[in-house]
């Protein structure tokens, strides 16, 4: 499978990796208060903040997946550090285990998928790989490039949001266009970052505590329509 393939499967919201329970922090967002017209303002701050971490983290498991011997771990320590809510952590490793689905059926035997099964630190949680971990490994075995993996991972979030926007707060579709179109600025600044770390100690560790905060409360929340 080509690289310019893969990348277009990796950027399909219908590819069946669970995605779809997963706002992105929009919904806990909305129950917080966030009104429809604040959108476009979270979508540029996730993108400075959490968005541009998973994306590094995804170069490099994409780096680390080339190497020989591969090794995930680090990487993955790293952006569990970075991830200091547990309710987010376990999201990421809800949704990597879908994408580590995929990774299985598609390229099982190739070095970066094989060793996700040892990439996440005994006695540390999550006991499973973070989703842009798993996404890396996946974009190393399918000839992924690191600018088109940061890409796909940014562009997801955005999307992500945009979806969810629909249902959580009902509007014209083509405003979701229009928000992400205008994010692209912010977007391939955020693509330049994350090509630009270079090791795990060097991923960035940008905090959002309303995000955090708000990841907290949602699993008391009893009205709920996604996992995050």
Known sequence: MTGELATLLLCDGRLPV????????????????????????????????VSVTEAA?????????????????PVQAALAARTPTAPLREASAALGRGVHR?????AADHPAVAALEHAAVPGTAPARPLRP??????????????????????????????????????GD???????????EPQLEAAVAESRAVTSADSLPA????????????HPHNERRLFLA
């Open 57 to 73: 983290a995804a170069v490099l498991a994409l780096r680390a997946g080339l190497r020989d011997p591969v090794d995930h771990a």
């Open 18 to 49: 669970g995605a779809y329970t997963y706002s992105a922090g929009l919904e806990p967002a909305v129950a917080a208060g966030l009104t429809r017209d604040q959108v476009p303002g979270l979508l540029r701050a996730r993108l400075r903040t």
């Open 133 to 170: 971990i798993v996404t890396g490994a996946l974009a190393a075995a399918l000839g992924v490039g690191e600018a088109a993996l940061a890409r796909t991972v940014l562009y997801d979030d955005l999307q992500t949001v945009t979806s969810a926007a629909l249902k959580l707060l009902p």
């Open 102 to 106: 995929l990774a299985r059926r598609l």
């Open 173 to 183: 579709p083509l405003d979701a266009v229009a928000w992400i179109l205008a994010c």
């Open 206 to 217: 940008r905090s959002a505590p309303l995000t955090e905060q708000w990841a907290l409360e």
